[in-house]
């Protein structure tokens, strides 16, 4: 029964507005859950940030063993609680149609067809050429398909001046700006970030981060890393070598 029952009625001879039904919807908005610490305060996520160039793609030959990405990627997972890796590389595409001002990704499937279209066409010494780009675009769509987000550029072609004959082509695809790009756009989506590169540059960025209370952790080879690096990560820092028996390929 109404509260208005048992109220008097109003002396003025308008009418008494009514309030409109409101309808109990018995569900529950679905939110993502998100972790607090115990200070009942948002932890945002830690994010991992590959620099391919520097670090990865020598293998075994730098290395001195091959990296399973897979365990790779759990281990960053286990220890770091790392939500999301960026992968940044690069590769030689021959003049697949492509333009980083499109602001989209560099679609790996669509390469591999295409230079396997190219493959088809070229002459002996082009496809050689091609056949490196294949082996690494496969790799990548490897890394793609574990899980790791991949931030691939085309990489553009230079020769030495005593390269007459174009046989030891260079290829450059500066993917070092993207990842301190990227590193500063999700600046605000992550707490920490797992940063492995022994690049030198970087150390400006990490600097930055680091003062402005995100976590730094840097993974790389110790002889192949500069001081700059060293001196940003202090405790936080991981020699790879010293992963060789939780990442080794078997």
């Known amino acids: 029964m109404g509260f208005n029952f048992f109220m008097k009625r109003p002396q003025s001879d308008l ?3 009514k309030k409109p039904v409101v309808k109990v919807i018995d569900k529950k908005p679905q939110i993502e859950p998100v972790s607090h610490d115990a200070n009942n305060q ?6 991992g940030f590959i620099d391919a160039s520097n670090l990865f ?34 590769i030689r595409t021959f003049e697949f149609e492509y333009s980083i001002l499109d602001n989209k990704p560099l679609d790996l499937t669509k390469l591999q067809e295409f230079l396997s279209e190219k493959y088809s066409e070229a002459d002996a010494d082009t496809k050689t050429k091609i056949e490196i780009s294949q082996n690494k675009l496969n790799f990548y769509i490897l890394l793609e398909s574990y899980g790791y987000i991949m931030k691939i550029k085309p990489a553009k072609v230079f020769y ?26 999700y600046m605000e989506q992550y707490s920490g970030a797992v940063v492995m590169t022994g690049d030198g540059d970087f150390s400006p960025v990490l600097s930055y981060l680091k003062y402005h209370d995100r976590a730094i952790y840097v993974i790389s080879r110790w002889s192949r890393t500069a001081s700059e690096i060293k001196k940003v990560a202090e405790n936080n820092f991981i020699d790879l070598e010293r992963l060789r028996n939780i990442i080794i390929y078997r």
């Not at 948002?42 to 994010?47: A, D, L, S, W």
């Not at 020598?58 to 990627?73: C, H, P, T, W």
């Not at 046989?167 to 301190?180: G, R, Y």
């Open 42 to 47: 948002e932890v945002k996520p830690v994010y």
């Open 57 to 90: 793609w020598g293998g075994k030959a730098s290395l001195g063993f091959n990296i399973d990405y897979k365990k790779f990627l759990n281990y960053l997972k286990t220890k770091y609680g790392i939500t999301k890796v960026f992968y940044y590389g690069g």
């Open 160 to 185: 030495n001046e005593d390269d007459e004959e174009h046989n030891l082509p260079l290829l450059k695809a500066n993917c070092d700006v993207d990842m301190t790009f990227d590193l500063m756009r």
């Open 15 to 17: 009418p008494v507005e």
